[in-house]
């Protein structure tokens, strides 16, 4: 599975779109080559992606913080979500976000709209994952960047996809935009833990697992 990922993601990074030029980034912000940047992105496991367009120009830059962690308030982090869903959060649950930014390259929602058959597409993936976790007491949902324009049911008690308002998780866990999406986990200490790039849910509520989460968070 990993390998397909890297082959989706180097297939967004290198081939033409509408021939537009291309110019990569090293964290610095200088310019490199294609060869340069496929090779530090490869071989540095620290490295997540952004992608923008610019004059028309599309710019790749790599980041260091494939991984990056803090501590915040669970208690508003969990408010914060029951008043943008319907939803009741049991207290002693982690909280898995996957976080999706506006003008992300990865998808083909690059308009920034996500209409209710792209929802469902993608729900017929997540929906397994969401009721795994909900299994285990992980609270699952999908959050957008203020900005997308989301065609989702919001009173719909089953509902997960939701937009975040005024960009309240984005601007208060400090979120960096990375090519397809960053993930947050979040237990109810408040440690948080986010990755930046191309994953799945299951796997970041894996880290949620005391010998996982051990090696980020020491007593």
């Known amino acids: 599975m990993k390998q397909i990922l890297v082959f989706i993601i180097i297939s967004i990074l290198s081939f033409p779109t509408f021939s537009q030029d291309k110019i990569y980034l090293d964290t610095n912000g200088n310019e490199i080559s294609w060869k340069k940047f496929r090779a530090k992105w490869g071989a540095d496991s620290l490295n997540s992606?952004?992608?923008?367009?610019?004059?028309?120009?599309?710019?790749?830059?790599?980041?260091?913080?494939l991984y990056l962690k803090g501590l915040f308030d669970y208690s508003q982090i969990r408010n914060q979500l029951e008043v943008i869903t319907p939803h009741k959060i049991p207290l002693n649950w982690s909280i898995v976000i996957e976080y999706r930014y506006k003008d992300d390259l990865c998808t083909n929602n690059r308009d920034n709209i996500w209409d209710s058959t792209e929802i469902?597409?993608?729900?017929?993936?997540?929906?397994?994952?969401q009721e795994l976790l909900n299994e285990n007491e992980i609270y699952f949902i999908v959050l957008f960047e203020d900005g997308i324009k989301l065609k989702n049911r919001k009173s719909v008690k089953s509902e997960y996809f939701f937009n975040d308002i005024d960009n309240f998780f984005k601007?208060?866990?400090?979120?960096t935009p990375s090519l397809c999406g960053s993930f947050i986990a979040i237990n109810p200490k408040g440690e948080t833990l986010i990755r930046n790039g191309e994953y799945r849910a299951d796997r970041m509520a894996d880290h949620l697992l005391p010998v996982n989460?051990?090696?980020?968070?020491?007593?």
């Open 49 to 65: 992606t952004w992608s923008y367009f610019k004059n028309d120009t599309q710019y790749f830059q790599l980041s260091k913080n």
């Open 213 to 219: 989460w051990s090696q980020f968070f020491h007593d």
């Open 120 to 129: 469902t597409d993608r729900k017929m993936f997540l929906n397994d994952i």
């Open 171 to 175: 601007n208060k866990l400090q979120l």
